[in-house]
């Protein structure tokens, strides 16, 4: 069985895509993609085979050193990440290979979610309605040619300290060609494509970072590439 072909899946994704639409009808701009629930304890624990896909619009696109207002919301999480930016476009039936040449450039983000419900093995059709918990997204703007990982570290800083650092950023997320395929190949079974110039963030390269009430900033450095942060605000 195809990992979209799990019933919940099935009942989930159109009513998300149907948002999309909507909303791009209404005249807000597509970003891309986005991954979640992929790390194996996660996916184990909710009962799926890969990540679930979701979607990024440009209006949650913020610049690097930009505040956050976490007023209203229930469970703020950041995630370091990999973004993906798409060369060509990239249809149902990919393989990873075929992924890894469609790829123009890596760079690193950060994303905001409200972790609000907790994802369950019965309510993954209401997660993947609501977007998979997206609030924000933040990009850098250097980049690197290409989708290999190799030579990258990912360090993040919180409260002006070193709390993580690793040289294997896709150990809890899988290979990005993997992940890359396995979006161009969701997308497909759901009548929709992974285009040219799309975005997609890949998943989280530590484990999801729980926003504490007195934080106020946080930073996710890609060495060679660069680094983006945000800052919190809470009213």
């Not at 990024?56 to 913020?62: E, F, N, T, Y």
Request: glycine residues 10%; aromatic residues 4%; negative net charge.
């Amino acid at each position: 069985m195809n990992a979209w072909d799990h019933p919940l899946i099935q009942k989930g994704m159109p009513l998300q895509l149907a948002k999309r639409r909507a909303r791009i009808a209404a005249g807000e701009r597509p970003l891309g993609w986005k991954v979640g629930l992929g790390a194996p304890a996660s996916m184990q624990k909710v009962g799926i085979t890969a990540p679930i896909v979701g979607y990024l619009m440009q209006r949650a696109l913020l610049l690097s050193g930009s505040t956050v207002s976490l007023d209203g919301w229930v469970k703020p999480v950041a995630e370091p990440e990999i973004c993906v930016r798409m060369m060509s476009d990239l249809r149902g039936g990919a393989t990873p290979d075929a992924a890894l040449a469609a790829v123009k450039e890596i760079f690193p983000a950060i994303e905001l979610a409200d972790l609000d419900p907790v994802p369950t093995p019965d309510n993954i059709d209401a997660v993947l309605e609501g977007d998979i918990y997206q609030r924000y997204v933040i990009l850098c703007g250097n980049t690197r040619f290409g989708g290999s990982t190799a030579g990258l570290t990912s360090r993040l800083i919180r409260r002006g300290a070193q709390t993580a650092n690793t040289t294997d950023p896709e150990a809890l997320t899988g290979k990005l060609p993997d992940i890359v395929a396995h979006v161009a190949n969701t997308l497909a079974a759901f009548g929709e494509k992974l285009s040219a110039g799309d975005v997609i963030i890949t998943g989280s390269i530590t484990p999801p970072v729980m926003i504490e009430a007195d934080e106020t900033d946080i930073t996710h450095a890609l060495d060679p590439i660069g680094e983006v942060s945000v800052s919190f605000a809470r009213d």
